[in-house]
């Protein structure tokens, strides 16, 4: 039980990871900014790897697509993320799309130039080591969330986790499809959970949102064991 609730809180936090605010000051000096319209891809799954960045405002999808062309959404990051290292490190390809959900402002760090900080500032490459090493480590709780947890314990995970990193309270603007991409099932399988809970006066689904009426019901459901 004790591994479990710790892979939850791992899972349920955005993808920036430790104290990112020395490696954060040393970024703001190597990159520029620029705009991201809603809707636009940043990069996509494959991709080569050629820059990190760092989302200064505005939210962007993070997701994966199986063989089959199957999506599954990862996370949705939000201001202060950074993202884009796994790839730098290893040369290797985006292992992930990552598309903005509305306006954004990102800052981007070419490969040459992070990689040039690197070799001259040893603090500043511990510190990028650390953020790849807890990057694996949120990884590795998502596939476990996925490989061993009941599909409503994961659909609580990640609605009390939208709920709170979109701060519009109780009302979360997500439709059933996308929630299914969330949690790698079909739309009709999240369809039934959510009727089961609609029946028992914890949530509200209506068309592309499903608001939270029993918070605390909500909370008890994302804890291993209780379905």
Known sequence: MAKSQSSHRKSQSATTVGDPAPVLEVLSKLGRTESVP???????????????????????????????GRKLTLNHMTAGTIFGEIGLMDS????????????????????????????????????????????????????????????????????EFLMRSMDRGPEIPISQSALADHVGVTREAVAKVLSEWKASGMVAPGRGKIQILDAAALREMTRVGQV
């Open 92 to 159: 290797g390809p985006r292992s992930a799309t990552v598309t903005a959900d509305d306006a954004c402002e990102i800052l981007k760090v070419p490969r040459e130039v992070l990689l040039n900080e690197i070799r001259a500032n040893p603090d500043f490459a511990l510190a990028i080591i650390q953020l790849c090493v807890e990057r694996l480590r949120w990884v590795s709780s998502q596939l476990e969330e996925h490989v061993f947890l009941p599909l409503p314990v994961r659909m609580a995970r990640r609605l």
């Open 38 to 68: 809603p809707g636009r891809t940043l990069f996509r799954q494959g991709d080569l790897a050629d820059a990190l960045y760092v989302l200064q405002s505005g939210s962007l999808e993070v997701s994966i697509l199986s063989e089959e």
